[in-house]
């Protein structure tokens, strides 16, 4: 409400009245009239009326005013103010006035004025009024509890004094109502009742005391369940349930030490530790100030007895019974299994006090399996294992009643334990936290189990007994008293006051037996009331139990277990849980199973399980796919990689038939329907998430509890036979009826892959492969889910690949395709704890049953928290468990050392950390399991995979077992060692010396001693607390591994990739020379073009420098040379100063780039680290062989230069000459007074010409025998080869060699090859070949050289023979053939250098230099004597004469570097890429032209070929468009430019004389062009041009040469120019491509190694051994074996290598050992060539003068399509 005010300016008192909420009275308020004196009179200053407020509201006020009797006209003004406003308004009508846009709950005073037509005021008529406040806005609930309530609002507008808030549960209810004042804007209720609906009003005050009307809200407090799941910030999960993936998350809370700070924290430090079965799971609590180290001054001290002790505690069964309510079934059935281990009390029935009803856990028990002895038993070694849900036991119950003083659950752990293992099986009050009072447990039954493990001197109970214990008091819980009544033999009821409510005690069953447990020394205690009830319900004295007072706990506690034992041993009342659920549903009481998911999953595991009679009959007629198929295609197979069983047959021969056994076996398991077994497996996990998985457990719980039936008496008859180890062919039997007779869950799926695989073998459209299609991707959603994945199927000891491809490609599809993953594994030992121990570290489910271990390898997924995705660089980690290495049942069969080999090796293959297990009792297995272990990881140290090991010693339970264990662990390094080297032996591997030249291991950061597992004696032995804290910090240093391990983290497709890799390398004997894998082969690619590129860079600016170097030495001395050298010698040797600086600028550059290369993370880098060396020493040669020829080519330029030192002396003198006589003639012509003509003229000009000629008395160049040179040279070379050498160069006379072809004599042969002529032709024809190959490349340099029009040097010899010498290098032949090959290659080219020397002297000859420019001097002679202005054509004599050959001469330097980098960097840049790419870039051409004499020429003279096959490319390249004039262009225009430059600069020096000018412009361009001097200098005499004419004519000469230049360029042949250049394209192509040019000594596939200095040959596919001209010896026929075939096979070959004796194809590498040719057992992969040869055949062998080979069936259905496809495939193309 507003109120008013009438104010008068006299007086200072107020008084206010209240307004109304609508019109008012006139008479509801009044005015003030301020007079001033004296102005009555004047009509302008008579006041109005009085003012009324008609309405006063949150912005508005409605008033008036009486208007008075004068007739004058006039108006009013109104003036309103308030603190923070004043408007005015002027007004004619005085009735009512709305004002409106005011602030609400704000005073304002409103004046009225009447003015008069002369301006003249009046007094004023004033009123003041609040207008009315508004509610306050957007009233928020911010937080609600059980108990409290916490609101807040916005601030409204206006004077606010204050507030009112009011709560009541309902608006009328004024008991529950609480109001409260307050000028915050916040405000808290407290005392509230949980559960409840209540209403908030909120009013505002403002500061004269008014309210405004109150805003209202609504909201429910939380029940007690709701406030207290908030409080554990679990209150989402009440509803959206915790799964058991979204436990296991790898997160910093799973691996950080930080205690709870709040109470949120104390859930998950439970389940962490209950994961990790650490017995101290159940100890949580918030850290106190005092615990973490507070305030220990004497105040605090003194506050300790008052402090709040339970403020942030929690009862633990609070804790358990929070998280059994958030959790789904699968996670309480986990919870359950883990609690169990700790020998924790178990939720029986779990209470919910928000619905006021409890949950039988039956689910939650379903999969708890025990193991006991009860002495009952005859057989003192058997045991009974089953499920606790179907134990039939008796059960005693405990129970309270009313208030005591006595510990029951204390008091029940006594009665459990016995004096030498105490357990705290239920919590109770005297554990930490256990006094704090619960909060939702009341109402809890635990149950937990009693089983004796046959000692009777350990056995407190020798039956096994359940044992219930209800929390609260059972007057309270009579739904679950009267459960416990009716499935207990025994009640035991502790009370200390027995009041007059015992009803509960008379009204259960008469089975179950009643104890009363009380304590006498309690206050409250009254024995009448103990007689009168035990006479209620007829109790006998023995059932009354009472601690009195010279009885401590300890006495009572063996009372009770008496009672105890007495009722086991007597009672015939034995329940299982699995019948409690029927008394469950009578009482009201809910059961977890109930669950329609859960229901519905049964029916369907039942309805496949229940048929199951004979398990070897059900497999064979309902999972037939598995069976004798699956495990013959397994061998087959492994066949196909090994071919142990080829004997004399073809390889590929034999290899087709092996092909077509596999498709005939595919075909087969077609002819299979789908069971119907397998018809309702795949539709019941099709089902949605929940039920998929809760009938997955269903199935394994139902095919274990089979298993236990049906495999006992087979498992024990195996175990006895294991001890015999003579008998070996019955354990052979035994272990095949225990395969067929095991099934498991893993055998359905198995089933699953089998359908799945044989279905892909069907053609694409056929429905039955369309039918299975789907199957990859829902066990690709079970391993989301969190379900193993049988990676390796351990009945067939293999892996279906097609199957576990489609399944990680389908959860790469599901994720992020760029997931990253990081993997671990374990390997160790048979029944060492393997499983167990991933189990306790990461929370998974792995087998751990008794029995037989299930064989294979299994991998599940976990997910990584997002706060760790960044640290660790991947989003899931994959755990690998393993079956156990040396296992008894294995050591029996003949494989089984080879069967660990494959299993270890793939494993750590696969693994970033390999955990290697070792139980210390196994010490003498220990040894054997290491050097599997070696094995494995020296395998993968050579295919670049490093994985990280920790070593595991189990059973270690002595704190000082690390130090103690020193010795130990020294001894285990020199066992490593020793195993090390004698693997490395194994694997031809000698380099590696010891372990950790293997892999990085440090002896004192890769050992963890682990004490054991059980905590005393099972079966009542918990998890050893100190076991779990052992794998818990071993599993915090297995995290930071895989921290740095970032690089090598693969997403699923790469991890794909590394699997079928690993797999396929495996099946081969020998591992390291069979791994192919498409990642290595990727990394290795793109190092090779990275490294490529590099080196281009490098020689490409050594290119450029070398030219610019070499223009240097060429004008040297001349007129535009500008030196600080006298000498060229000591200008020579500055220049190989500044070139060894420039190499090693590049040479380090190289070296930084790969260093860097290296450093990268990503590109699996980490793969080619064994390729760094090679590369780095391959930048190393790159830098030597430049090196040399830059020295070598700035010597031989220099000495050229030298050698026409003389010359050009000579020539200078005679220029002088001759421009001497020619300006005396004219001088005589002129004195003549006769008219001469041009005839006359040119007679004088003859007569002096041949005058001055005679005179000059010219001497040219000497000419010199380069036939002597070049022997020299050789007879150098060949000096270190020893006096036979000498012999046979004396032996011959140079000049008589190369005349004739070079033709392999066999004579000397003879004696190494007299017991196989073949094998000598052989040989005859490849150094025939090898000596074609060297001469022609030698000649071809030669001729080369000859073009440059350059003099001889002694250099040139030294390069061929250089070329010679690096061809022989690895060839094994004699120095006969060496010597007479480079007699051969010498004499040839000594002719090509004697032509060119000769050519050189006569092209430098001073007469004919002379001879040449006679008419240039007639002409400049005429000009002279006439005095014709020479500008013009003196300008255009210069650019013909001088400019343009020195732009053509750098033009043709430079361009074929650029025709290179254009290659290299254009569209063709991929095919120039890598030798790989090269590769498959001329075998696809090949195939699309399908040409039999390329491909002959191809295999025969493969550097021919290739020569002119990037001859043809880069001719095709630049003759697409106008490519090669346009980069021709862009030099022209490069060096006109500069020229211009050098003109323009010239022109700064206006005085100078035409000379000057002319060497002024020669400087500039001495860096750039070489200009002929002889055209100089002939240019530079009889020349009386004007400069500044000259000049401008010089610039139009240049720009018309530069047109000329651009028609010639267009109109040239690019074959022509090709030969032209200095630095020819096709060959500094070919260098780089061709590489080491070596080629498999078997296919003669050409070597692909990156790099210059690589170690090792290899190529990415071979070819049929027939197309390296190999044949056998007796039939002739080509050989179609594939070498990559062979070298897995037991096939032997002969050749000249051998001496003609017969070697394994295996040990190939002991012949050629820098090959490695890896073992291929894809049939696809070689596709391509053996389409070649089935197609060319015939061709072939009669080129080859042999016989058509033998072409397998299988290859004549290969097509061309077919080929192409494989080609890509085998290169890596996408």
Request: aromatic share 8%; with cysteine; charged share 25%.
């Amino acid at each position: 409400m507003a109120e008013t005010s009438a104010v008068t300016d006299t007086s200072e008192d107020e008084e206010f009245h209240d307004a109304c909420d609508s019109f008012v009275e006139e008479e509801g308020a009044y005015s003030t009239i301020d007079r001033h004196p004296g102005s009555d009179h004047q009509h302008g200053s008579l006041p109005p009326g009085e003012m009324v407020l008609k309405y006063v509201g949150t912005d508005t006020v409605s008033l008036g005013w009486t208007a008075t009797d004068d007739i004058v006209r006039c108006k009013y003004q109104l003036t309103y103010s308030c603190k923070t406003q004043t408007e005015s308004l002027n007004i004619r009508d005085p009735s009512v006035t709305d004002v409106k846009g005011l602030l609400p709950g704000t005073e304002y005073t409103f004046c009225i004025r009447r003015i008069g037509e002369n301006g003249d005021q009046s007094q004023a008529t004033s009123v003041a009024v609040f207008t009315e406040s508004v509610p306050p806005e957007t009233v928020r609930v911010d937080q609600i509890s059980g108990d409290t309530a916490s609101l807040s609002w916005d601030t409204p507008a206006g004077d606010v004094g204050g507030y009112i808030v009011s709560s009541s549960r309902d608006l009328e209810d004024l008991e529950t109502a609480q109001e409260v004042e307050t000028e915050s804007n916040a405000v808290k209720f407290s005392g509230l009742t949980p559960g409840a609906l209540y209403s908030f009003r909120v009013s505002t005050k403002l500061r004269n005391g008014s309210f405004s009307k109150p805003a209202l809200v609504s909201a429910c407090t939380k029940t007690y369940l709701e406030s207290f799941l908030e409080d554990l910030g679990l209150e989402q999960h009440y509803t959206d349930k915790l799964s058991l993936s979204s436990v296991l998350q790898i997160g910093e809370r799973t691996i950080s030490d930080v205690s709870a700070k709040c109470l949120s924290d104390l859930p998950w430090c439970f389940m962490k530790s209950l994961m990790m079965v650490n017995l101290t799971a159940r100890n949580v609590k918030c850290t106190s100030v005092s615990e973490s180290g507070g305030d220990c001054s004497f105040d605090s001290i003194d506050n300790i007895a008052d402090s709040a002790t339970s403020g942030n505690m929690l009862n633990p069964l609070d804790i358990v019974t929070a998280l059994f309510l958030c959790s789904n079934g699968l996670l309480q059935q986990e919870m359950a299994v883990k609690m169990s281990m700790c020998q924790f009390s178990l939720p029986l029935l779990l209470p919910d006090c928000e619905k006021k009803q409890c949950t039988l856990m039956l689910w939650a028990m379903r999969d708890i399996v025990k193991k006991y002895r009860p002495h009952s038993l005859g057989d003192p070694k058997s045991f009974i294992e089953e499920r606790v849900v179907l134990s039939e036991l008796p059960l005693v119950s405990f129970v309270r009643f009313g208030e005591c003083s006595l510990s029951k659950s204390e008091i029940l752990n006594k009665l459990l334990s016995n004096s030498q293992q105490y357990h705290d099986t239920f919590v109770h009050h005297n554990m930490e936290c256990g006094d704090i009072p619960r909060k939702i447990a009341d109402g809890l039954v635990e149950i937990s189990w009693y089983l004796p493990c046959g000692n009777k001197n350990i056995d407190i109970f020798g039956e096994p007994v359940a044992v219930a214990n209800l929390r609260g008091d059972m007057a309270c819980c009579e739904t679950q008293f009267c459960f416990l009544c009716h499935i207990s033999a025994a009640v035991f009821v502790f009370f200390d006051n027995l009041d007059n409510q015992c009803r509960l005690l008379t009204n259960q069953p008469n089975s179950t037996q009643l104890f009363l447990v009380g304590n006498a020394q309690s206050k409250t205690f009254n024995l009448n009331d103990l007689k009168r009830v035990a006479a209620e319900i007829n109790l006998t004295k023995d059932k009354i139990v009472l601690k009195t007072k010279g009885m401590n706990d300890a006495g009572l506690a063996q009372r009770l277990r008496n009672n105890a034992i007495n009722v086991v041993k007597n009672s015939k009342k034995k329940i299982r849980i699995e019948q409690m659920a029927d008394i469950a549903h009578e009482l009201g009481i809910l059961v977890d199973e109930d669950a329609p998911e859960c229901q519905m999953a049964k029916q369907n595991a039942d309805a496949i399980t229940e048929k199951i009679q004979d398990t070897l009959q059900y497999k064979e007629e309902q999972l037939p796919l598995q069976g004798k198929i699956w495990k013959e295609l397994t061998r087959l197979e492994k066949e196909e990689c090994r071919l142990r069983k080829a004997g004399e047959r073809e390889i590929e021969m034999y290899k087709s038939d092996l092909q077509e056994k596999k498709i005939k076996l595919r075909k087969d398991q077609n002819r299979y329907d789908i069971s119907d077994a397998m018809t309702c497996f795949i539709q019941a996990i099709s089902n949605p998430g929940a039920e998929r998985c809760y009938f997955l457990k269903w199935m394994r719980i139902n095919l274990d509890n089979l298993s236990r039936e049906k495999l006992s008496d087979l498992r024990q008859e195996y175990k006895e036979n294991c001890q015999k180890p003579e008998n070996k062919e019955e354990m052979k039997v035994l272990d095949a009826r225990l395969s067929n007779s095991s099934l498991g869950i893993e055998h359905f799926f198995r089933e699953m892959g089998q359908l799945y695989e044989s279905a892909v073998s069907l053609p694409e459209t056929e429905i039955s492969r369309q039918q299975f299609q789907h199957l990859p991707k829902l066990c690709a959603q079970l391993l989301l889910d969190g379900f193993p994945l049988e990676l390796v199927d351990g009945d067939a000891s293999n892996i279906p690949l097609k199957w576990i491809e489609s399944v990680l490609s389908q959860l790469s599809v599901m994720l992020n395709p760029n997931s990253k993953i990081l993997v671990v594994t374990v390997l160790g030992v048979q029944s060492t704890g393997k499983s167990t121990l991933l189990n306790t570290m990461f929370g998974v489910q792995f087998a751990v049953s008794s029995g037989r271990c299930t064989r294979g390898a299994f991998m599940v997924l976990i997910g990584v928290n997002e706060e760790l995705k960044e640290e660790l660089n991947c989003d899931f980690l994959v755990i690998i468990d393993t079956e156990g290495l040396k296992s008894p049942e294995l050591a029996q069969l003949d494989d089984s050392y080879e069967h660990d080999n494959e299993l270890a090796t793939l494993v750590v293959g696969l693994s970033d950390v390999t955990i290697i297990n070792i139980a210390m009792e196994n010490l003498t297995e220990m040894k054997d399991i290491l050097q599997i272990v070696v094995h494995a990881f020296l395998r993968m140290k050579e295919v670049g995979k490093k994985p990280k090991c920790q070593f595991v010693h189990q059973n270690v339970s002595d704190v000082s077992a690390y130090d103690k264990n020193l010795r130990d662990r020294k001894l285990l390094l020199e066992q490593l060692n020793e195993m090390t080297q004698a693997a490395a032996k194994m694997e031809k591997k000698d380099e590696n010396k010891s372990f950790t030249d293997v892999m990085e291991y440090d002896p004192e950061t890769g050992n963890w001693y682990i004490p054991g597992l059980w905590h005393g004696n099972p079966p009542m032995a918990p998890v050893n607390a100190g076991y779990s804290e052992a794998v818990y910090e071993l599993k915090k240093n297995i995290i930071h591994i895989l921290g740095k391990c970032k690089s090598s983290a693969n997403n699923i497709n790469e991890f794909l990739v590394w699997t079928t890799s690993l797999w396929n390398a495996v099946k081969h004997e020998n591992f390291i020379f069979s791994f192919r894998n498409s990642l290595v082969a990727d990394a290795y690619m793109r190092l090779c073009t990275e490294f490529n590129k590099w080196e281009w860079d490098f020689k490409k600016q050594i290119y450029t420098w070398v030219m610019n170097t070499e223009t240097k030495i060429w004008n040297f001395g001349t007129v535009g040379a500008k030196s600080k050298f006298a000498d060229i010698g000591e200008f020579v040797a500055h220049l190989k100063t500044e070139a060894c600086s420039e190499l090693s600028k590049w040479e380090t550059t190289l070296l930084e780039n790969l260093a860097r290369y290296f450093e990268q993370t990503d590109g699996h880098v980490y793969l080619v680290e064994r390729y760094r060396e090679d590369f780095a020493n391959s930048v190393k040669c790159l830098r030597n062989e430049m090196e040399r020829s830059v020295f070598s080519q700035m010597t031989a330029t220099a000495d050229i230069k030298q050698g026409k030192a003389e010359l050009d002396r000579v020539k200078e003198n005679q220029t002088i000459k001759l421009e001497k006589e020619v300006l005396r003639l004219i001088e005589e012509c002129r004195s003549s007074k006769s008219q001469s003509t041009d005839e006359e003229l040119d007679r004088e000009f003859d007569k002096m010409w041949e005058k001055t000629l005679r005179q000059l008395n010219i001497k040219g160049l000497k000419k010199e025998d380069i036939f002597a040179k070049v022997d020299r040279q050789l007879r150098i070379n060949l000096k270190q080869k020893g006096g036979h050498a000498n012999e046979l160069v004396s032996s011959a006379d140079l000049r008589e060699c190369g005349t004739k072809d070079f033709i392999v004599k066999a004579e000397g042969l003879w004696h190494k090859f007299k017991h196989h002529v073949l094998h000598m032709q052989n040989h005859v024809n490849d150094l025939q070949m090898m000596a074609d190959k060297i001469i022609s490349t030698c000649t071809q340099l030669a001729l080369e050289k000859k073009r440059l029009n350059t003099n001889y040097h002694d250099n040139y010899t030294l390069e061929i023979l250089r070329i010679i010498d690096k061809s022989l290098k690895d060839s094994k032949t004699g120095i006969e053939f060496e010597v007479s090959l480079k007699q051969q290659v010498c004499g040839g080219v000594a002719r090509i250098f004697q032509q060119m020397h000769e050519y050189y002297i006569t092209i430098n000859d001073p007469f004919i230099c002379l001879d040449q420019h006679k008419e240039k001097y007639r002409l400049d002679f005429k000009d002279l004597f006439h005095e014709r202005d020479q500008c013009q054509k003196k300008a255009e004599e210069f650019t013909k004469q001088c400019l343009r050959p020195a732009v053509e001469t750098c033009i043709t330097n430079s361009l074929g570097t650029a025709i290179v980098d254009e290659m290299l960097r254009g569209s063709n840049s991929v095919k120039f890429s890598t030798r790989t790419f090269f590769q498959y870039s001329i075998l696809k051409d090949l195939l699309s032209e399908n040409n039999f004499e390329k491909y002959a020429s191809y295999t025969d003279s493969y550097e021919d070929f290739v020569k002119q096959w990037i001859r043809e490319q880069i001719v095709k390249h630049f003759s697409n468009g106008s490519r090669m004039f346009e980069l021709e262009d862009r030099h022209l225009k490069a060096s006109i430019s500069s020229i211009k430059k050098a003109i323009e600069k010239a022109q700064m020096n206006n005085d100078s004389e035409l000379v000057q000018f002319v060497q002024d412009i020669c400087k500039e361009l001495a860096n750039e062009l070489v200009i002929p001097q002889d055209a100089l200098g002939a240019f530079m005499i009889l020349n009386n041009a004007k400069q500044e004419q000259f000049a401008n004519w010089l610039t139009q000469s240049v720009e018309e040469m530069g047109k000329e230049l651009q028609k010639t360029i267009n109109k040239r042949e690019i074959q022509t120019r090709l030969e032209e250049l200095r630095v020819k394209p096709q060959n500094e192509l070919f260098t780089k491509l061709i590489g080491c040019g070596k080629q498999c000594p078997f296919c003669k596939a050409p070597c692909e190694a990156g790099g210059e200095a690589h170690s090792q040959h290899c190529a990415s596919i071979h070819r049929p051994e027939g197309l390296g001209r190999y044949r056998y010896s007796i039939s002739a026929k080509l050989i179609a074996d594939i070498c990559s075939s062979s070298v897995a096979s037991e096939k032997q070959f002969e050749c000249f290598e051998t001496k003609s004796k017969f070697y394994p194809f295996k040990q190939y590498r002991d012949i050629f050992p820098t090959w490695e040719i890896p073992a291929d057992n894809s049939i696809e992969a070689t596709d391509y060539w053996k389409y070649v040869m089935t197609r060319f055949n015939t061709q072939f062998a009669k080129r080859y003068a042999a016989k058509p080979a033998d072409i397998p069936a299988m290859w004549k259905s290969i097509s061309k399509e077919q080929a192409e496809k494989t080609l890509m495939a085998s290169f890596g193309i996408k």
